[in-house]
């Protein structure tokens, strides 16, 4: 069982504005860095968000990261057909010493 | 880059033990980073199995530490997955992937393999 929690499934049409949420706790979000990662269907996942809001270098500006105390969000603007895929927060964890991932996010896009 | 690539048998019997190995090429392994396995069951999603460092230094998930070792050969720049006991649940994608010991990507995973599946059949 995940102890990061995102919501399942989330949508949207071209265009669009989504944001995919990642609550956790103290002893992880709430003291370290949350990364997001993106797996489109078939591929291994890669790195989308690192450090709460940084991009590395290839990714759109669409997408864009943010934490506030336990949760943190991604969001998608302007969203394309391309966006769909599986995605997954992540941060490490304090009282377990491993990190650990969100249960993932399926994103559709209409 | 640094490209990662996973090999090993795609098939282990029940109650064996999965082993696999991961290339690191294009960098070093003894590079400041922690060297990292991540698991995929079909239709499911990541679960972090655990990391290791050039030195030896290790972490390890709790729901798996009594089955799970990870070694390093760094004259091959190579690192490696043992996991004993495996039962249907085992059944996974493997994949293996760099997390960055310092610098503002500390901790996140930024390089993966393609990732391996291995079938624990009976």
């Known amino acids: 069982q995940s102890v990061l929690t995102q919501p399942p499934s989330a949508s949207g049409t071209p265009g669009q504005r989504v944001t995919i949420s990642c609550s956790g706790s103290?002893?992880?979000?709430?003291?370290?860095?949350v990364h997001w990662y993106q797996q489109l269907p078939g591929t291994a996942p890669k790195l989308l968000i690192y450090?709460?809001?940084q991009r590395p270098s290839g990714v759109p500006d669409r997408f864009s990261g943010s934490k506030s105390g336990t949760s943190a969000s991604l969001a998608i603007s302007g969203l394309r057909s391309e966006d769909e895929a599986d995605y997954y927060c992540?941060?490490?964890?304090?009282?377990?010493?491993?990190?650990?991932f969100g249960g993932g996010t399926k994103l559709t896009v209409l | 880059q640094v490209p990662l690539q996973e090999s090993g048998p795609g098939q282990v019997k029940l109650l064996g033990t999965l082993s696999l190995t991961c290339d690191v090429s294009?960098?070093?392994?003894?590079?400041?980073?922690?060297w990292t396995w991540v698991r995929q069951p079909p239709g499911k999603g990541l679960e972090w199995i655990g990391e290791i460092y050039f030195s030896g230094s290790t972490n390890y998930n709790p729901s798996l530490r009594s089955r799970v070792r990870l070694s390093v050969d760094k004259s091959k720049n190579q690192f490696f997955l043992s996991l004993t006991s495996v039962t249907a649940a085992d059944t996974a994608v493997y994949y293996c992937a760099r997390a960055p010991n310092s610098g503002a990507s500390y901790r996140s995973l930024d390089y993966w393999g393609q990732g391996t599946l291995v079938t624990v059949s009976s």
């Open positions: 450090s709460n809001n």
């Open positions: 294009g960098g070093s392994i003894t590079s400041v980073n922690w």
């Open positions: 103290n002893s992880n979000i709430g003291t370290n860095s």
């Open positions: 992540a941060a490490w964890d304090d009282s377990v010493s491993a990190v650990i």
